[in-house]
């Protein structure tokens, strides 16, 4: 309990000063958020849409995991072994104003629990597996002082040999990249087949978009240059700038209502080469362009084709810097059956990145994020099974 259900007992801890809404919000619904209500016509915006935080993924699959067909409560029978750790939500509380000895304690007694488990003699915890809502850089700080991001998790010895699965992953060896959560999550096949159609038969009146706030902190940062590429486009780009007083970037309906209106959706790096948006312009049917290779092709190697122009396109970051290319130039350039071809690939990939609903209890939308995510870690450890012997 203290290592999950706590924390969303005690919800208003992850709440911070400047969060627009409370965390506890977003708890609810297993993880999903509050229901979101649309006057759009269609059953599939007012049954399957929810305020979904981006940091929820633990709780959502942990809700998913207590429903998984083939569960045990045997851990010595068990092909993999489920670490129910809400690592992200744990770290939450104490990044902002906690010294590091708090931020680390948790992880700390979570694996001296685990290694005198006698499953856990086995393989060393080699079997083992969790999932993490945030970045995998951020339990991998590197020092004691107060300064530093972060908490100690995965430098511990043990935590080594677990896999995490992760909304953004690394150089390491035992991090797996899993999509961002999105707000859509339906409860059937049929429901993910109508939105399929619904987004190949969108009017797309911009070639390109870009819903982002700018970094005017970072040196250099490419998202001023995207700024500067879209408000420059003679209204081919449709700019939702995340800075502006009163803007819907927080709103999930009028995010999708500007990727389903466009072509191309920009997804430079933000304070991670990784988005939430890059599947939200996923399921939007919007083909993304992408300016470090980071924020995909050496990410989500479960969930995304190998072969990346097949639905992306890539921009150099330098190359758009020093002037050498402009967006809107290169987007003009992709034939209409290369546009046909990149979409009818995003489209296909929407219900590989997506967390279906499965609270009542029914296997309905199949191949999801999260059955993906659990093919793959048993594959894993079937595969670090065999070395081992």
Same mark, same amino acid.
């Given at each position: 309990?203290?290592?999950?259900?706590?924390?969303?007992?005690?919800?208003?801890?992850?709440?911070?000063?400047?969060?627009?809404?409370?965390?506890? $919000?977003?708890?609810?619904?297993?993880?999903?958020?509050?229901?979101?209500?649309?006057?759009?016509?269609?059953?599939?915006?007012?049954?399957?849409?929810?305020?979904?935080?981006?940091?929820?993924?633990?709780?959502?699959?942990?809700?998913?995991?207590?429903?998984?067909?083939?569960?045990?409560?045997?851990?010595?029978?068990?092909?993999?072994?489920?670490?129910?750790?809400?690592?992200?939500?744990?770290?939450?509380?104490?990044?902002?104003?906690?010294?590091?000895?708090?931020?680390?304690?948790?992880?700390?007694?979570?694996?001296?629990?685990?290694?005198?488990?006698?499953?856990?003699?086995?393989?060393?915890?080699?079997?083992?597996?969790?999932?993490?809502?945030?970045?995998?850089?951020?339990?991998?700080?590197?020092?004691?002082?107060?300064?530093?991001?972060?908490?100690?998790?995965?430098?511990?010895?043990?935590?080594?040999?677990?896999?995490?699965?992760?909304?953004?992953?690394?150089?390491?060896?035992?991090?797996?990249?899993?999509?961002?959560?999105?707000?859509?999550?339906?409860?059937?096949?049929?429901?993910?087949?109508?939105?399929?159609?619904?987004?190949?038969?969108?009017?797309?009146?911009?070639?390109?978009?870009?819903?982002?706030?700018?970094?005017?902190?970072?040196?250099?940062?490419?998202?001023?240059?995207?700024?500067?590429?879209?408000?420059?486009?003679?209204?081919?780009?449709?700019?939702?700038?995340?800075?502006?007083?009163?803007?819907?970037?927080?709103?999930?309906?009028?995010?999708?209502?500007?990727?389903?209106?466009?072509?191309?959706?920009?997804?430079?790096?933000?304070?991670?080469?990784?988005?939430?948006?890059?599947?939200?312009?996923?399921?939007?049917?919007?083909?993304?362009?992408?300016?470090?290779?980071?924020?995909?092709?050496?990410?989500?190697?479960?969930?995304?084709?190998?072969?990346?122009?097949?639905?992306?396109?890539?921009?150099?970051?330098?190359?758009?810097?020093?002037?050498?290319?402009?967006?809107? $130039?290169?987007? &003009?350039?992709?034939?209409?059956?290369?546009?046909?071809?990149?979409?009818?690939? &995003?489209?296909?990939?929407?219900?590989?990145?997506?967390?279906?609903?499965?609270?009542?209890?029914?296997?309905?939308?199949?191949?999801?994020?999260?059955?993906?995510?659990?093919?793959?870690?048993?594959?894993? &450890?079937?595969?670090?099974?065999?070395?081992?012997?």
């Amino acid at each position: 309990m203290r290592f999950n259900q706590d924390l969303l007992t005690n919800c208003l801890v992850l709440t911070r000063s400047i969060d627009k809404t409370s965390m506890c $919000e977003y708890v609810q619904n297993s993880g999903f958020g509050p229901r979101i209500i649309s006057s759009e016509a269609s059953d599939l915006w007012n049954s399957n849409w929810f305020w979904t935080n981006q940091f929820m993924l633990e709780v959502i699959f942990h809700d998913r995991m207590k429903k998984y067909k083939c569960l045990t409560n045997d851990s010595l029978v068990a092909s993999a072994i489920f670490v129910p750790y809400y690592a992200g939500l744990d770290l939450r509380r104490y990044l902002w104003g906690f010294n590091t000895s708090m931020r680390d304690s948790s992880g700390f007694d979570l694996i001296n629990w685990l290694k005198q488990k006698p499953q856990w003699k086995t393989m060393w915890g080699k079997d083992h597996f969790l999932v993490s809502s945030r970045i995998a850089r951020d339990f991998r700080r590197k020092s004691d002082r107060k300064s530093d991001w972060g908490s100690n998790f995965r430098f511990l010895p043990e935590s080594k040999n677990l896999s995490m699965l992760t909304i953004e992953s690394g150089p390491w060896e035992n991090d797996i990249a899993a999509p961002y959560p999105t707000s859509f999550h339906p409860s059937s096949d049929d429901q993910v087949l109508q939105w399929q159609n619904l987004m190949r038969t969108q009017n797309r009146p911009y070639l390109f978009s870009f819903a982002g706030a700018s970094r005017t902190r970072q040196k250099n940062s490419t998202r001023e240059e995207i700024i500067r590429h879209c408000q420059s486009s003679n209204k081919l780009c449709k700019l939702l700038d995340c800075n502006s007083v009163g803007h819907e970037c927080d709103d999930p309906l009028k995010l999708m209502n500007l990727f389903r209106s466009s072509i191309f959706c920009l997804q430079p790096p933000g304070d991670s080469l990784t988005r939430r948006s890059t599947f939200d312009s996923i399921l939007a049917g919007c083909i993304p362009v992408f300016f470090h290779p980071g924020s995909a092709y050496t990410q989500y190697l479960w969930y995304l084709p190998k072969n990346y122009s097949n639905y992306s396109v890539f921009i150099s970051a330098t190359d758009l810097k020093l002037g050498n290319v402009r967006i809107e $130039e290169k987007l &003009v350039t992709v034939s209409k059956d290369e546009v046909a071809s990149m979409r009818e690939e &995003v489209i296909r990939l929407i219900p590989r990145i997506i967390y279906g609903d499965r609270r009542s209890g029914v296997e309905s939308v199949e191949d999801d994020a999260f059955d993906l995510a659990i093919k793959g870690v048993l594959k894993r &450890v079937d595969r670090l099974r065999g070395s081992d012997l």
